[in-house]
């Protein structure tokens, strides 16, 4: 059984440019949740997809946008790419009507920003 | 969402028992108490969950006091392989089961010695 994977593993881009991170829930899962962290810090939330709809969001700006697809897989996208957006992104799946908080996470994408 | 507060890092010989504790003195009746572990370049992993009183599954054992404004982690006999960051939650039921938005703080980083 497949557990959460993400594409691609590295990334480095440019200031301003744009980037699309990739996500595969677990297998039977419906949710998908997306998190960003710097390094020496928690995962920080930026938003949540159930039904191909984002149910929550984070304090992000809206540079940060997302779609989940019928098979339950997800995009991240951030356009205009400041130096601040270098961090482990991470994707995280889970059963809406799963255990409480009990999420599963992949191994994330890191993204440096130059 | 009731603030937590963790040590920063501890530090532990092999075989010894490992006592994390969080404080989360606003906790609502609500709110449920969740460890996530997250080793180097990985995302976190969900280790136990709680209410009240006492939980152990095979990884570990979660402590929580009546007033529940604090709760401990404890990791029985740990390895080298246990060195990670463990991170304590604090988040209610309300939202749908799977779909609760996870607020991670920065964790206590634990080194295992020789």
């Known amino acids: 059984d497949a557990g959460v994977t993400q594409s691609p593993t590295h990334l480095i881009k440019t200031r301003g440019q744009q980037v699309t991170l990739r996500c595969s829930p677990k297998s039977g899962h419906d949710t998908v949740s997306w998190y960003q962290q710097a390094l020496g810090q928690g995962p920080q939330f930026i938003f949540q997809?159930?039904?191909?709809?984002?149910?929550q969001r984070g304090n992000f700006p809206d540079r940060f946008s997302g779609h989940q697809f019928p098979n339950y897989s997800s995009e991240l996208n951030v356009n205009a790419l400041l130096l601040g957006d270098s961090a482990l992104y991470l994707c995280?799946?889970?059963?809406?009507?799963?255990?409480?908080?009990?999420?599963?996470f992949g191994p994330g994408t890191r993204l440096t920003v130059t | 969402l009731a603030k937590t507060t963790q040590p920063i890092s501890m530090d532990s010989y092999e075989g010894q028992e490992v006592n994390i504790t969080c404080s989360h003195n606003n906790i609502a009746t609500n709110d449920y108490i969740t460890w996530y572990q997250q080793f180097p370049s990985q995302g976190p992993r969900f280790i136990i969950q709680?209410?009240?009183t006492k939980v152990t599954n095979e990884v570990a054992s979660l402590f929580i006091p009546a007033d529940r404004k604090s709760s401990t982690l404890s990791l029985p006999r740990v390895s080298l392989s246990d060195t990670a960051v463990y991170y304590c939650l604090v988040g209610d039921s309300n939202s749908g089961a799977g779909s609760y938005q996870l607020t991670f703080g920065k964790g206590t980083k634990l080194s295992v010695i020789p």
């Open positions: 709680g209410y009240k």
């Open positions: 997809y159930y039904e191909e709809e984002e149910r």
């Open positions: 995280a799946s889970s059963l809406e009507a799963g255990t409480l908080y009990e999420q599963y």
